[in-house]
Every structure is written in C-alpha cells, then in structure tokens.
C-alpha cells in the first residue's frame, strides 16, 4: 500500500466492481428472479402502474415491504398502519447492514456511496455478502459489494417487468408457488443465519405469535409478534445465557 | 389537479409507506452501526426484535396472503412449510432443498384441486 509503484498491478475499482457484477449470476439471483415476478405479477393484479411496480424493487428493494405495501393499498388499509407495518417488516435490515459494516470498511468513503452501498442491502446480498466478502481485497470490498448488488437489483427489476406482463397468463398454481417463495426463502434464511438461542427461540415465538396475535385484530399483529415476541426470545436467552454461567 | 392528485396518489404512498420505512432502518444502521460490536446486548436484542418481526412476516405473508396464494387452502400452505423445513433439515441445512420441497407441496397441491 506504502509504495510508490506496486510491484504488481492491483485491480482497478471499476475491475472489481466488474467482478461483483459477475458474482451476482448464482442460485440467489434465481430464487431472487423468480420471486420478483411473483411480486411483479401481484403489483398488476392490483392495478398499479408498471413504473410504479419497478420504482417500488427498485427503491423499496425488500421483497416482505413490497408486497405489504402493495397489499394493503389494494385492500385500502389506513397509512399511518400501513407504514408502520411495512417499517416493522424491514427492521430486520438494521442488523443485517450492521453485521455487513465490518467487512466493507465505508470510514474513508464518500457518505453517498456508503448510503449506496447500505441500500443495497436485503436478504440476498446479505447472505452473498457475508460469504464472498470476506475473499476479496479491502479496496475492492465496496466496488464488488456494489457490483453484487447492481446485478441483483437488475435481476429484480428486469423480472417485476416480466411478472407485470405476465399476471393473468400464469397459470395461477404457478403464481401461487411464486408467492410462497418469499416466505419458505425467508424463513430457511433466518434458520441458516441463527447465532444464538435468542434467534431460534425468535423465529418459533414470531411466527406462531404472529398467528395469535392477529386475533386481536387490530392491525398491530406484526408489533406483537415482532417488538414483543423478539423482547420475550431476547429475555429467555438471557435467561439461559446467565443460568449457564451460574 | 385532481386527475394529478389522484395519478401520483400511489407514488406518493410508494416514497412515504414504502421507501422511507424501509430505508430509514439502513440509514439509522449507518449512523449506529459504526463502532457497535456485534456482540453487545443491544444488538443482541436488536437481531431477536428482527428475527422475530420477519418470521412474523412470514406467516403473514402466507397465512393472510395476497393474490394467487389466498386460493389455496390453509392446510395446504402449512404443510409447505412443514416439507420445506423437513426437507432443509434432512438435507443438511440447505436452502435449495427446503425451497423446492415447499414449491412442490404448494404447486402440486393447487394444481390437483384445480386452482388455475
């Protein structure tokens, strides 16, 4: 790094980012491909606008908010509900950005490519993030990290596009599968990416507390099964965590 | 007006129930992020509220779904999930497993009761 004239020709940003972009085209950005034109599908099936449904992987780039969102407008759910709803659903996004800082080392970088590079991150850069990053040189993190996430992010895009066009013509036992795709991805990723008791004991407590907690009806089922149920998993793995100390 | 009103209505709800709730969460790991160990019980608390707000999510998303979905019967979509973690666990934590074991459960079952 210290001298003038490397011995060798290190890769250039722009060859990195190449690298990420070519990194991208791996079983992620199939499951990521088809799910999109599952949502795509659903996003004509409410009748929104095409741009629309593409601004919305684009910029939301969370497949849960999205079809939350795209549900509950649908079904003329009130904002201030529907907003709280989709922001529960994407808190997970807190410590997944948090977990990835590490690895792509933003201190020296422009604030705007760092806000770049954490908007990129859902659940399947995240994965593929933690498992290629930590191969690939500390300049060249950020360029490939954003690289990885350009081609995905235009993997969704391109398949909203065609899942737009092709709602109606699907047969709807595919649509159906399509849809279901987000929640077993989702639910196999969080069992792949547990730690700790506290994050097993989460999922079980926020996925059936979800199923009581809508009996309440009152719109808060993803508060209660989420904020509560999360603070509950949180307080018995300590719980244990002491217990097993003493 | 009201023709415009009423076209940017859902971009409007787009940027303010869709973008900023979501984004606001990576924002805020920016400004959080820095410095915070990954070990300490803030975070801890914070990835169980995440992993128990998304499996909540989960079951949202198939037990009150949108679309296609809603055609099949519920048994149906719980025995998915039960195929696909059977399958993710006998498979030696594979996700690719788990996936199509669920999509089978799912597209086989609404194909045979005729949901089209």
Request: aromatic share 10%; net charge positive.
């Given at each position: 790094m210290n001298a003038p004239n490397p011995p060798y020709v290190p890769l250039s940003q722009a060859a990195w980012y190449r690298r990420g972009l070519r990194a991208?085209?791996?079983?992620p950005?199939?499951?990521?491909?088809?799910?999109?034109?599952?949502?795509?599908?659903?996003?004509?099936?409410?009748?929104?606008?095409?741009?629309?449904?593409?601004?919305?992987?684009?910029?939301?780039?969370?497949?849960?908010?999205?079809?939350?969102?795209?549900?509950?407008?649908?079904?003329?759910?009130?904002?201030?509900?529907?907003?709280?709803?989709?922001?529960?659903?994407?808190?997970?996004?807190?410590?997944?950005?948090?977990?990835?800082?590490?690895?792509?080392?933003?201190?020296?970088?422009?604030?705007?490519?760092?806000?770049?590079?954490?908007?990129?991150?859902?659940?399947?850069?995240?994965?593929?993030?933690?498992?290629?990053?930590?191969?690939?040189?500390?300049?060249?993190?950020?360029?490939?990290?954003?690289?990885l996430g350009t081609g995905l992010?235009?993997?969704?895009?391109?398949?909203?596009?065609?899942?737009?066009?092709?709602?109606?013509?699907?047969?709807?036992?595919?649509?159906?599968?399509?849809?279901?795709?987000?929640?077993?991805?989702?639910?196999?990723?969080?069992?792949?990416?547990?730690?700790?008791?506290?994050?097993r004991l989460a999922i079980g407590i926020g996925f059936f507390g979800l199923l009581l907690?809508?009996?309440?009806?009152?719109g808060l089922e993803l508060l209660y099964a989420g904020l509560g149920g999360g603070t509950l998993a949180y307080a018995l793995g300590r719980i244990r965590r002491a217990r097993a100390v003493s | 007006m009201t023709l415009i009103g009423s076209d940017l209505t859902p971009y409007l709800a787009l940027i303010l129930l869709g973008v900023l709730p979501t984004e606001i969460w990576r924002w805020l790991a920016l400004v959080v992020g820095r410095g915070l160990d990954e070990s300490s019980e803030i975070l801890v608390w914070v990835r169980a509220v995440a992993t128990a707000t998304l499996a909540a999510?989960?079951?949202?998303?198939?037990?009150?779904?949108?679309?296609?979905?809603?055609?099949?019967?519920?048994?149906?979509?719980?025995?998915?999930?039960?195929?696909?973690?059977?399958?993710?666990?006998?498979?030696?934590?594979s996700v690719l497993f788990g996936v199509l074991a669920a999509e089978a459960v799912i597209v086989g079952s609404a194909w045979w009761l005729g949901v089209r």
């Open positions: 991208s085209a791996a079983l950005a199939v499951i990521l491909a088809a799910t999109f034109i599952g949502i795509g599908s659903v996003c004509a099936d409410y009748g929104m606008p095409l741009a629309w449904a593409l601004l919305a992987t684009l910029l939301i780039w969370a497949g849960p908010a999205h079809l939350i969102l795209v549900g509950g407008l649908g079904s003329g759910a009130s904002w201030v509900a529907l907003a709280l709803t989709v922001g529960l659903s994407s808190v997970r996004l807190l410590p997944m950005v948090v977990s990835l800082l590490p690895y792509l080392r933003l201190k020296d970088r422009h604030p705007l490519i760092a806000a770049l590079c954490a908007h990129m991150v859902a659940i399947s850069i995240w994965v593929e993030g933690l498992r290629l990053l930590p191969q690939v040189d500390a300049e060249g993190r950020v360029p490939f990290f954003l690289g992010l235009a993997s969704a895009v391109g398949s909203t596009a065609v899942g737009y066009g092709l709602a109606g013509i699907i047969p709807n036992a595919f649509a159906a599968g399509l849809l279901f795709l987000t929640p077993i991805f989702f639910l196999l990723s969080l069992f792949t990416t547990a730690r700790m008791l506290s994050d907690a809508s009996l309440a009806g009152d | 999510v989960v079951a949202k998303l198939a037990f009150f779904p949108a679309g296609a979905l809603a055609a099949l019967p519920l048994g149906w979509r719980a025995g998915a999930f039960v195929a696909g973690l059977a399958a993710y666990f006998l498979g030696r934590k």
